[in-house]
């Protein structure tokens, strides 16, 4: 294998696809724009939150002394006895043993830091914080000049930290949404970097057979030669993608407080940036292969798009089923998902942001990965073998299948018409 070949098809493949508008649109604008509808639609459907059904029992601990017995108290409120050791365990267990639906926690330097602790199993209306708010604000004012505080606290009573039962970080009202939101757009962005390019590799490759030009490359390049030149070229237009909207996520984060919070909330630790990078190659690489293999298939472009339209369609199953996710990210459905290779990566990546992923889950989809990306990769250098030279002729899965018995080549087939 001549690695300067390959080295000069990849170059073309990158310079020719990057200046080509179609994909400028879809790898920098369309995205942007997607994420920043999905987050500011988020964000208002937050702000409308107002069904608090779920909260029959709340309680309420009062480490400041802020709360008057005078002042009357929200429907379902009540103070709530907890040992002075241990306190949050036992919060945890009344939680945990639908004894109280949610826990404010006041903080014994309220005074100073307006924290509240709060502690759920669901998710938080804002209905439930604002009620909260209330009744903080009519004992601040009971208590008039006998409590020195400072004067924005009357406007704003709280800064709410969160809680969550898998994780013993405290967490903002921003960082709390990102915990959720932030996985689902990292997978967005994942798959349409994915395929995005694999699929401009894939149309690459239909065209080349249909004006000919595969069979003058073929005269001076070998299909190995070729196909990990297009592999490598594309490869680098992903990673393109993938710098840029790294690059617009740091920004986002440094230069705001609330993008700061909300980017914390996933709580990402460095093996989980390690483990997404891998799943991403293995990801891109099994599904520029089965692209590749597509296109070289195929007769036309418009065969192609519909299968590779129902090769997308399986990748981007765990966003479809989301909702299973955030509500039970350790149920048979996820699991199954992080097993399976066409959907792991993205089961995984979603899995990694909203729970603890046991090691042997991970490891075990990792060997499902490895073993089906390079099963598909030997068997597309065999497709793109046999469909080089066969113009106007569709590669039947027949047509593979005597060819892979006779272990040759290039089957026996007519391609030109009598």
Known sequence: ?????????????????????????????????ILGLMFFVTQFLIKRESNTDNFKKVGYVDYAGIIQRDVEAPKGYFVLDVPEVDSEAYIEQQLEDHKVDAVFVIAANYTLTGQVDLYSQKSIPEALKEDFDTFLSDNLVAQGSNLKVPSDRLVEPFDPVFRTLDSDKRQSEAALIGRFLLPTIFVFVFFIATSTTSQFMMGGVVEEKENRLMEILASSVRPIELLMGKLLGLSGLAFTQITFWLMTGAVIALTTEQGRDFFSGAEFQVGDIVLMIILFILDFI????????????VTAESESRQAAGFIGLVAVLPLAANALFFTNPNGPIPILMSFFPMTSPVAIIMRIGLTSVPAWQIAISMVFLVATTVGVVWLAAVVFRLGMLMYGKVLTPRLLWQALRENQSTPVVKVLPE
């Open 1 to 33: 294998m001549n690695f300067h070949k390959s080295w000069i098809v990849a170059r073309r493949e990158y310079w020719v696809n990057f200046r080509s508008p179609g994909f400028l649109f879809m790898a920098f604008v369309f995205p942007l724009m």
């Open 286 to 297: 099994l599904m520029a292969a089965i692209m590749l293999a597509i296109g070289a298939a």
